[in-house]
C-alpha cells in the first residue's frame, strides 16, 4: 500500500462522499485518482471564507500543527496537507465506524452498557493523558468527536479547539497562570461584549415561552489577562455548552482539569443517554452547571462514583487535579483493566463493518466528484433565491448544532 504524499496534490485528489460540515470548513472522504492508497478524510477550509471568521485561519494551522505532532493509537495523525490559492487542506485517517454518539443511538434505550462504558472511556483517559502530557488541553471532549476505528477502538478529533499550555507544580495551593496559549492569542478583540453578558448569563433563571434550543458549541472569546508566575492558565470562553467546566462560566481561568468535567458528562450521557445539567436554553444550561448537582438513578457503583467525582465543580477538588489520568487510571471503575494492553484488545465492544476495496471502486465509478465542484455548486445554492420551507427532518442522534467548527 502506497503512502500518501506529505503535499497532496489537490488535482489528484477525488471525494467519494461528504464526511461532515462546519463553520470552518468540510470533511470528505477522499482517496487519490489512482486509487492505490486507503481512503482518507480530508478536511478542507475555502481560502475565500477565512476572512469572515474570527481568527479561522490560525487556528486551521494550529490544529495541523497539533496533528502533525501526534503519536497515539487513540489520536489522529497528519497525512498530508494541501494548499493552493483557493483551498487549505489536511489528511487524518479515515474512521469508517462514524463517532460515539451515533453508536451510542444505536444501542438499545440508547445507552451503553457498563463494560463497554469502560472501554471506551479508558481509551479517551489514554488520549487525554497524551495530550495533557504535550502541554495541550483538548477542550472540545464530546460523543460527536470521539470517531470509531476500523479496529472499533476510539480515536480523538478536531483540535482546532485546543491549546497549550505549560504545566503547573503538583499542589493545590499555588496559583495558576493565565499567559494564553497560542489558540488564545488576538482573541480579546471579542471579549468585550461576551464578559458584559456573562454575568447575567450565568445568574438568569429560565424564560418561560422561548423556544427549546440546541446545545451549541462556544466560540473561543478571551477574557481580561492577569500575570501568574506559576504556570498557566487559559481564559477563552470555549467548549460545548453542555460539557462546559464550571471554571469556564465563571470567568475564573482554567487548566488541563477541564477535560476531566467534560469527560464526566461524556461518561454520565453514555450510561443515561442525556446531559446532567441540559436546561431549556443557555443560561439555564449554565446555571445549571454552576449550581445544580448531578442526578443519578439506582444503586451507587463504582461507576457513578467515577462520575460524580469528575463533575466536581472545584476543580481543585476533580479527580485528575492533582494526579492527572494517573488519579483516574487508579480509581476503583477500571480495577482489573490491563491499561498497557487496551490498544492491543482485538475484540472490541462493536465491530466496525469493514470497507473493501472492491466497495471503495464501486463507489467511486458511481459517486465520484471533484472537491472544486462541490464549493462551486454550494456557492450558486446560497447565491440563488431559497427554495420553498420543506418539511423538518427525521431526529438524528446529533443533537448538538456548534456555532463555530464543528468537524468530525
Given at each position: 500500500?502506497?503512502?500518501?504524499?506529505?503535499?497532496?496534490?489537490?488535482?489528484?485528489?477525488?471525494?467519494?462522499?461528504?464526511?461532515?460540515?462546519?463553520?470552518?470548513?468540510?470533511?470528505?472522504?477522499?482517496?487519490?485518482?489512482?486509487?492505490?492508497?486507503?481512503?482518507?478524510?480530508?478536511?478542507?477550509?475555502?481560502?475565500?471564507?477565512?476572512?469572515?471568521?474570527?481568527?479561522?485561519?490560525?487556528?486551521?494551522?494550529?490544529?495541523?500543527?497539533?496533528?502533525?505532532?501526534?503519536?497515539?493509537?487513540?489520536?489522529?495523525?497528519?497525512?498530508?496537507?494541501?494548499?493552493?490559492?483557493?483551498?487549505?487542506?489536511?489528511?487524518?485517517?479515515?474512521?469508517?465506524?462514524?463517532?460515539?454518539?451515533?453508536?451510542?443511538?444505536?444501542?438499545?434505550?440508547?445507552?451503553?452498557?457498563?463494560?463497554?462504558?469502560?472501554?471506551?472511556?479508558?481509551?479517551i483517559v489514554c488520549?487525554?493523558?497524551?495530550?495533557?502530557?504535550?502541554?495541550?488541553?483538548?477542550?472540545?471532549?464530546?460523543?460527536?468527536?470521539?470517531?470509531?476505528?476500523?479496529?472499533?477502538?476510539?480515536?480523538?478529533?478536531?483540535?482546532?479547539?485546543?491549546?497549550?499550555?505549560?504545566?503547573?507544580?503538583?499542589?493545590?495551593?499555588?496559583?495558576?497562570?493565565?499567559?494564553?496559549?497560542?489558540?488564545?492569542?488576538?482573541?480579546?478583540?471579542?471579549?468585550?461584549?461576551?464578559?458584559?453578558?456573562?454575568?447575567?448569563?450565568?445568574?438568569?433563571?429560565?424564560?418561560?415561552?422561548?423556544?427549546?434550543?440546541?446545545?451549541?458549541?462556544?466560540?473561543?472569546?478571551?477574557?481580561?489577562?492577569?500575570?501568574?508566575?506559576?504556570?498557566?492558565?487559559?481564559?477563552?470562553?470555549?467548549?460545548?455548552?453542555e460539557y462546559v467546566?464550571?471554571?469556564?462560566?465563571?470567568?475564573?481561568?482554567?487548566?488541563?482539569?477541564?477535560?476531566?468535567?467534560?469527560?464526566?458528562?461524556?461518561?454520565?450521557?453514555?450510561?443515561?443517554?442525556?446531559?446532567?445539567?441540559?436546561?431549556?436554553?443557555?443560561?439555564?444550561?449554565?446555571?445549571?452547571?454552576?449550581?445544580?448537582?448531578?442526578?443519578?438513578?439506582?444503586?451507587?457503583?463504582?461507576?457513578?462514583?467515577?462520575?460524580?467525582?469528575?463533575?466536581?465543580?472545584?476543580?481543585?477538588?476533580?479527580?485528575?487535579?492533582?494526579?492527572?489520568?494517573?488519579?483516574?487510571?487508579?480509581?476503583?471503575?477500571?480495577?482489573?483493566?490491563?491499561?498497557?494492553?487496551?490498544?492491543?484488545?482485538?475484540?472490541?465492544?462493536?465491530?466496525?463493518?469493514?470497507?473493501?476495496?472492491?466497495?471503495?471502486?464501486?463507489?467511486?465509478?458511481?459517486?465520484?466528484?471533484?472537491?472544486?465542484?462541490?464549493?462551486?455548486?454550494?456557492?450558486?445554492?446560497?447565491?440563488?433565491?431559497?427554495?420553498?420551507p420543506s418539511p423538518?427532518?427525521?431526529?438524528?442522534?446529533?443533537?448538538?448544532?456548534?456555532?463555530?467548527?464543528?468537524?468530525?
Amino acid at each position: 500500500m502506497e503512502r500518501l504524499p506529505v503535499h497532496l496534490d489537490m488535482e489528484n485528489l477525488i471525494a467519494v462522499r461528504v464526511l461532515g460540515r462546519g463553520a470552518m470548513g468540510t470533511v470528505f472522504l477522499v482517496t487519490e485518482r489512482s486509487a492505490s492508497t486507503c481512503p482518507f478524510a480530508l478536511k478542507v477550509v475555502e481560502k475565500s471564507t477565512l476572512h469572515t471568521k474570527f481568527d479561522a485561519d490560525r487556528r486551521a494551522r494550529w490544529e495541523m500543527s497539533v496533528l502533525s505532532r501526534l503519536s497515539h493509537p487513540f489520536l489522529p495523525t497528519l497525512l498530508g496537507s494541501v494548499e493552493n490559492d483557493e483551498f487549505l487542506g489536511w489528511a487524518v485517517p479515515y474512521c469508517p465506524g462514524g463517532d460515539l454518539n451515533v453508536l451510542r443511538y444505536n444501542q438499545t434505550d440508547r445507552i451503553f452498557s457498563t463494560s463497554a462504558i469502560r472501554f471506551y472511556v479508558a481509551e479517551i483517559v489514554c488520549a487525554l493523558e497524551y495530550l495533557h502530557r504535550m502541554g495541550i488541553v483538548y477542550r472540545d471532549l464530546k460523543p460527536e468527536n470521539v470517531l470509531i476505528q476500523q479496529t472499533g477502538h476510539v480515536m480523538l478529533t478536531d483540535f482546532d479547539l485546543s491549546c497549550a499550555l505549560a504545566h503547573r507544580k503538583k499542589t493545590k495551593s499555588e496559583n495558576l497562570g493565565s499567559t494564553s496559549a497560542p489558540a488564545d492569542v488576538a482573541e480579546g478583540r471579542r471579549r468585550t461584549k461576551h464578559c458584559r453578558n456573562l454575568s447575567l448569563l450565568m445568574s438568569a433563571l429560565s424564560e418561560k415561552g422561548l423556544k427549546k434550543p440546541k446545545p451549541a458549541r462556544v466560540s473561543p472569546v478571551s477574557r481580561r489577562r492577569e500575570s501568574f508566575t506559576a504556570g498557566e492558565r487559559a481564559k477563552s470562553f470555549v467548549g460545548t455548552e453542555e460539557y462546559v467546566a464550571p471554571e469556564v462560566v465563571r470567568g475564573d481561568g482554567y487548566e488541563f482539569a477541564v477535560d476531566w468535567w467534560a469527560l464526566g458528562i461524556l461518561t454520565y450521557e453514555m450510561a443515561y443517554g442525556r446531559t446532567p445539567f441540559r436546561g431549556k436554553n443557555r443560561k439555564e444550561t449554565f446555571r445549571n452547571v454552576l449550581t445544580r448537582p448531578a442526578e443519578f438513578v439506582g444503586k451507587w457503583s463504582a461507576l457513578t462514583d467515577l462520575i460524580s467525582r469528575l463533575l466536581e465543580k472545584d476543580p481543585t477538588r476533580r479527580l485528575g487535579y492533582d494526579g492527572g489520568a494517573t488519579e483516574i487510571k487508579e480509581h476503583a471503575f477500571f480495577s482489573g483493566l490491563r491499561w498497557d494492553l487496551l490498544a492491543e484488545v482485538s475484540r472490541p465492544p462493536f465491530l466496525t463493518p469493514s470497507e473493501d476495496k472492491k466497495e471503495l471502486t464501486d463507489l467511486l465509478g458511481k459517486k465520484a466528484f471533484d472537491i472544486r465542484d462541490y464549493f462551486q455548486n454550494q456557492r450558486r445554492k446560497q447565491s440563488s433565491p431559497s427554495p420553498p420551507p420543506s418539511p423538518p427532518p427525521s431526529p438524528t442522534p446529533d443533537h448538538r448544532i456548534n456555532v463555530s467548527s464543528d468537524i468530525t
